[in-house]
């Protein structure tokens, strides 16, 4: 069976709205959609705290709102496959939105919430708040993925360690809270930036089937680009024959969310299908790997 396709949202959503985005990517070619919700928890970094936005997911029309998107997806032959809590996961307001994070996925249809770790903590202390969430992620029916996170070393200009950085570090995290509803979330990009001394085939090869969601953009190997797959520098023939080598069984998502930035409402439809394609040519390629 071909690998299903999705992607996030969220840049589609700063043009058009999420409403229209879901559509459009149905119509663009995706099987599914990743649910972004930073809007739930917009963080301003130069102030240090969570931004007040007025968006539905941060006011108490959050759970209308996530049935009115999983109905746009369902009408239109689209469902959600995950989502993306809103971080950093140390800034408390943001915290505290995290279970309303979980519950928007299971109301979306999705089954796996990526929460990103604290980048500067160890593997024991991110595992406390994951206990935290567990209980009421399972009550959902929802796994949690932790993700490889990165630092940055501006005297030597390139990425430093973080919270899952390292492939031994995310296997740490995982075994850390060791419980089948916490599994892990690839960022393909992350892994390839100079500095972090690993690489997508070894994050997937030592994560194995712990690794149950993706994050798929093409990276510069220096900076944490974004970009549409093929259009960069990482080795993709490698990240799918790895993926292929532990016979990976979930979808093939796409976290490019930089790409758009060079359409606006009138011809976005066409960055979504050049997305669709790229993502279509991945499961073409895993499917003769």
């Known amino acids: 069976m071909r690998k299903m396709i999705s992607t996030e949202i969220a840049s589609a959503a700063r043009i058009i709205g999420e409403e229209k985005a879901v559509e459009l990517y149905a119509k663009a ?3 599914a959609w990743d649910f972004s919700m930073f809007e739930m928890g917009r963080y301003d970094w130069s102030k240090n705290e969570m931004i007040k936005t007025g968006h539905p997911l941060q006011s108490g029309n959050y759970v209308e709102f996530a049935k009115k998107l999983r109905k746009i997806g369902e009408d239109m032959g689209i469902h959600c496959n995950q989502s993306h809590a809103p971080f950093p996961s140390y800034c408390l307001p943001i915290r505290d939105m995290l279970k309303r994070a979980i519950e928007c996925t299971a109301i979306a249809g999705g089954k796996i919430c990526i929460i990103h770790p604290c980048n500067n ?3 024991e202390q991110n595992a406390e708040m994951y206990f935290e969430l567990l209980p009421f992620a399972k009550e959902c029916g929802v796994k949690i993925a932790t993700e490889n996170m ?3 070393d501006g005297k030597n200009d390139h990425a430093c360690r973080a919270a899952c950085s390292h492939h031994d570090d995310f296997l740490a995290h995982i075994k850390a809270v060791n419980d089948p509803y916490f599994v892990a979330c690839l960022d393909i990009g992350h892994s390839e930036m100079r500095g972090l001394d690993t690489s997508a085939k070894e994050m997937i090869l030592t994560l194995g089937d712990h690794l149950q969601a993706l994050h798929i953009h093409d990276v510069d190997k220096h900076h944490d680009s974004h970009q549409i797959p ?6 993709f023939d490698e990240v799918i024959r790895s993926l292929k080598q532990i016979d990976y069984k979930g979808y093939l998502t796409l976290e490019a969310d930089q790409y758009l930035k060079a359409y606006n409402e009138e011809n976005i439809f066409e960055g979504m299908k050049n997305m669709a394609d790229a993502a279509h040519k991945l499961a073409d390629m895993y499917e003769q790997a």
Do not use: H, I, K, R
């Open 29 to 31: 070619g995706f099987d």
């Open 150 to 152: 990165w630092n940055w």
């Open 230 to 235: 093929f259009s960069l520098n990482v080795d």
């Open 121 to 123: 903590y160890t593997a």
